[in-house]
């Protein structure tokens, strides 16, 4: 990789869940240098074992972990931000680079608090970055140059994709690629049940699942085929198949993972959350989700909601 940061000192602040995958990441990667590599955290006991897993500096002392930084990742909660940007605007200076990760926290705030020019870069990433397959959304305040973003970009990439958007898309990103991966587990395992439902045994119904989750993510990502092509060539066969199946006396799969999902005690409540993941993405201005299971789902899930039960 033709990204260096050697020499480069580096502060994560609030080195949680999102800000220790990141740290993790990018020491492992030997993108940073241990002895140059800054982290904060509330609490001490915690200070001490990730300073002892990770083999870098970890306090609780967010100005002294940013003096002389280049970079500073703010990974503290939304709430939490304010607070500690006041706590640092000693420290900083208009030649650092500062990266958030907070949902929702405008950079505008960031800058405001920080009292000076400061260049400050606002990333929503996803959790599958803890495997290197996730997805960072970044987009850039008043004073941010190209090779700043160049750099962010450099960062996020180590632990998955990124693209750069404008900042009045990131609240429309959270609902989307942060918000999504826990959407489409339920979707998953709801395919892996209806698996099992028709007589595969688990572990072969939830293979089955997660790769052909994987192959068709894979599939729109290699060839940037729109997953509607594949639909509308397909739909004619699948109600073929459908209606082959129900006149064998057998029910079909997508019948299968509707009914599981509409019907049964388990998985009423994953209805709704479908319905909600629906309506994000009419918010996003498309249309609802595309899978044939999320359709024969939503009308009967609207119906449900508007009951108050099923
Ligand atoms: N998790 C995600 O999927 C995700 C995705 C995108 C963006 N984000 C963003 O990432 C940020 C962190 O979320 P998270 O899920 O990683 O939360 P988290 O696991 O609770 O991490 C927050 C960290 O902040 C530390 N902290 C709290 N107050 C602090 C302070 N005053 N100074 C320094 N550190 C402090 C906590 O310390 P202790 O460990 O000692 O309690 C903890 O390590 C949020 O703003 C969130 O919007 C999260």
């Known amino acids: 990789m033709g990204f260096d940061l050697s020499g480069k000192r580096v502060a994560v602040l609030g080195a949680g869940k999102m800000g220790g995958i990141l740290l993790k990441a990018l020491l492992e990667k030997g993108l940073l240098s241990p002895k140059s590599t800054f982290a904060t955290v509330q609490h001490e006991e915690r200070a001490r074992a990730l300073s002892e897993k990770l083999g870098v500096m970890v306090g609780t002392d967010n100005l ?5 930084a280049d970079i500073i990742f703010v990974c503290v909660k939304p709430q939490v931000v ?15 680079l500062v990266i958030s990760v907070a949902a929702s926290v405008p950079t505008s705030q960031i800058e405001k608090a920080l009292g000076i020019e400061v ?6 990433p996803n ?7 996730g997805m960072t959304a970044l987009c850039k305040g008043k004073f941010v140059n190209a090779q700043q973003v160049e750099t962010a970009c450099a960062l996020f990439d180590i632990v998955g994709k990124t693209v750069v958007v404008d900042e009045k898309h990131m609240d429309a ?3 989307l690629s942060a918000s999504g991966p826990a959407y489409i587990y339920i979707i998953l395992e709801s395919l892996a049940e209806a698996g099992v439902k028709v ?63 509409v019907f049964g005690p388990r998985f009423a409540p994953r209805v709704v959350v479908l319905l909600r993941f629906g309506r994000q993405l009419e918010f996003l201005g498309h249309e609802l ?4 299971a999320a359709q024969l789902v939503l009308p009967r899930a609207r119906q449900i909601e508007r009951r108050g039960g099923p």
């Open 199 to 261: 007589g595969l045994p688990r572990d072969v119904a939830t293979l089955l699942a997660a790769q052909t989750t994987l192959g068709a993510a894979t599939v729109v990502l290699e060839t940037g085929d729109h997953v509607d092509r594949g639909r509308i060539l397909h739909q004619h066969e699948r109600v073929h198949a459908c209606h082959d199946q129900r006149q064998a006396g057998r029910p079909a799969l997508t019948d299968v993972v509707a009914v599981y999902l």
């Open 289 to 292: 989700p595309r899978l044939p």
């Open 82 to 96: 304010q607070e500690v940007m006041e706590q640092i605007r000693p420290n900083i200076s208009s030649k650092q």
């Open 127 to 133: 959790t599958p970055c803890v495997l290197g397959c």
């Open 119 to 124: 260049a400050v870069i606002r990333a929503m």
């Open 64 to 68: 002294a972990a940013v003096r002389n």
């Open 173 to 175: 990103v959270t609902g």
